[in-house]
């Protein structure tokens, strides 16, 4: 199953068989602004906690204040925030103990902490990050490097329950976002939208954990097929399903997806047990009650690129990428498609 075909949509002709047809920043002006997002602030020095509440309100976030550690903790378990700013040294709980206890509750487990500090023994950096801790800046510190941090700690947090659990590749979230930003700035690019061919078939014969295995298999090709044909600058993420994106640059993307159908195709037996491999098909029965053969997984890409046109918006490109992938899907082997029609 190594056969491949490449092909493009032009303006008025169709497919050519075997070819393509014609971490951590220091904040810079307008980009430490917060986007609203919850902090709580936990000092028992009053002037520190105004102070931080000040500029953090200041930087666009919404901030509450608590005066130590037990209050910290009622009022998280209340409204629970997108991060708590704790000082270690406090009365009552310090910011170790209140940082163990949102750990433990249900209702915060999931919340960001950095923890602020007058000092900065290793002894203590490695207690803070052992019990959960995201981050762990030394007093005294400055503005723009807190607002960075902060900015950092939520990204991360952001990224993280935008994964895929499965792949652990970004989700829809980060691939929106990831291409509405190319858009905004006006860069070039080009999405490759992939899925595998007769996934349900393979699902229905060997079961869910042998088709999570594909999956994750799967992710694993595209991306490292991606980040060499692009020089590591591929950016890899898991719609759902049997469905994945990624974004390149537009000069490169026939040789990434190139890539990866080659990856694939080498993969693909491997997939199978033995006896389905030497017959070369399983059979499956399908909604009428009649046993239906399926060959070899295959894999199907669309291309949207703006070499030629531009997009306005996130959903347009995939819209376009949909299409192309739909158009290849009528090859009997993995295989691409991509759009070079000017969109006029």
């Known amino acids: 199953m190594n056969a491949k075909r490449g092909g493009a949509l032009d303006e008025d002709e169709g497919v050519t068989e075997g070819q393509s047809i014609e971490e951590v920043d220091l904040a810079t002006p ?79 487990t999931t919340v960001s902490v950095i923890m602020l500090t007058a000092r900065g023994l290793s002894a203590d950096k490695l207690e803070g990050f052992a019990i959960g801790a995201d981050d762990y800046i030394v007093k005294p510190f400055d503005t723009p490097e807190l607002l960075a941090r902060i900015r950092g700690v939520l990204r991360r947090s952001r990224d993280t329950r935008t994964q895929s659990p499965l792949t652990g590749l970004p989700g829809n979230v980060r691939i929106e976002e990831e291409i509405d930003a190319r858009v905004e700035r006006g860069e070039p690019f080009a999405i490759l939208y992939a899925d595998l061919d007769h996934f349900k078939a393979f699902n229905d014969h060997y079961g869910f954990m042998r088709g999570d295995e594909v999956i994750q298999s799967t992710a694993r090709l595209i991306g490292d097929a991606a980040r060499l044909a692009s020089d590591g600058s591929a950016f890899i993420g898991h719609v759902g399903g049997d469905d994945f994106v990624v974004v390149v640059e537009p000069e490169v993307a026939e040789s990434t997806a190139d890539a990866i159908v080659s990856a694939f195709d080498q993969a693909a037996s491997s997939f199978f047990d033995d006896a389905d491999r030497e017959r070369g098909y399983i059979e499956v029965t399908n909604r009428r009650g009649e046993l239906q053969r399926f060959g070899v997984l295959t894999l199907s890409i669309g291309i949207a690129s703006t070499a030629r046109r531009s997009f306005q918006h996130y959903a347009e490109a995939v819209a376009v990428a949909t299409e192309m992938k739909q158009f290849t899907k009528g090859s009997e082997t993995s295989s691409w498609a991509i759009d070079r029609r000017t969109g006029e």
């Not at 936990?42 to 953090?56: C, K, N, S």
């Not at 930087?59 to 550690?69: E, L, P, S, T």
């Open 30 to 108: 307008g980009e430490d602004a917060g986007g609203g997002e919850s902090l709580l602030v936990v000092d028992d020095d009053p002037f520190i906690a105004r102070l931080l509440e000040i500029e953090l309100r200041a930087a666009g976030y919404d901030v509450r204040v608590a005066a130590d550690g037990a209050l910290a903790l009622e009022v998280a378990r209340e409204r629970c925030p997108d991060l708590v700013l704790a000082d270690v040294m406090m009365p009552n709980m310090d910011g170790f103990e209140l940082t163990r206890r949102l750990r433990q509750d249900p209702r915060t």
